[in-house]
């Protein structure tokens, strides 16, 4: 033991960093500027359908590709204790991630759901929350029926190869069977 207290094997350099689900109930449509102090906020008045709080999901690992090594933990996923129906849930546009685009017609985000049972993948839905120069304006309702029964849901963000884009979404009103 030498007694280093973290990893430095990236090439120096160390990180602190977070994945999968946050609570919140900070909401701020008033953002002019990308910035990590927006990236609990929702793009939206409240939570979906008036609720108070809702959860922030974070893909680190999508959002460190080709700089850390993915791992599950990072990754945003709801597992329940059994089998499940899901219906449909709401998704909104994070602060962060919203005023991160500018309208470009090359702007793209979206987040694929998949449900998995017992350890198998299966199908998946994907909700585009940016594409060129629109941008969803509050919670968009996303219908999950066609996945079946899962035990487990993921989240993965689908950006544009080589950008940096911060994979932030908002999740609100999971509708179980």
């Known amino acids: 033991d030498d007694g280093t207290i973290w990893d430095t094997s990236m090439s120096g350099k160390v990180t602190d960093t977070w994945g999968g689900f946050a609570l919140s109930q900070q909401v701020n449509k008033q953002a002019s500027t990308s910035d990590y102090a927006n990236q609990f906020d929702v793009w939206a008045t409240g939570g979906a359908n008036g ?89 968009v309702k996303v219908d999950l029926t066609s996945l079946g029964e899962v035990d487990k849901l993921t989240f993965k963000s689908l950006i544009t190869a080589g950008t940096y884009t911060p994979c932030y979404f908002c999740l609100d009103d999971l509708t179980l069977e």
């Not at 049972?117 to 060129?132: I, P, R």
């Open 51 to 139: 609720t108070a709080t809702f959860a922030v999901g974070y893909d680190s690992n999508t959002a460190g590709e080709g700089y850390m090594e993915p791992k599950e933990y990072n990754a945003p996923q709801i597992d329940f204790a059994k089998a499940v129906k899901p219906v449909c849930l709401y998704l909104a546009n994070s602060t962060y991630t919203y005023t991160y685009f500018t309208g470009e017609a090359t702007d793209s985000y979206a987040v694929r759901i998949t449900g998995w049972l017992n350890g198998t993948e299966g199908k998946s839905v994907t909700c585009t929350l940016v594409d060129g120069t629109t941008r969803v304006e509050d919670w």
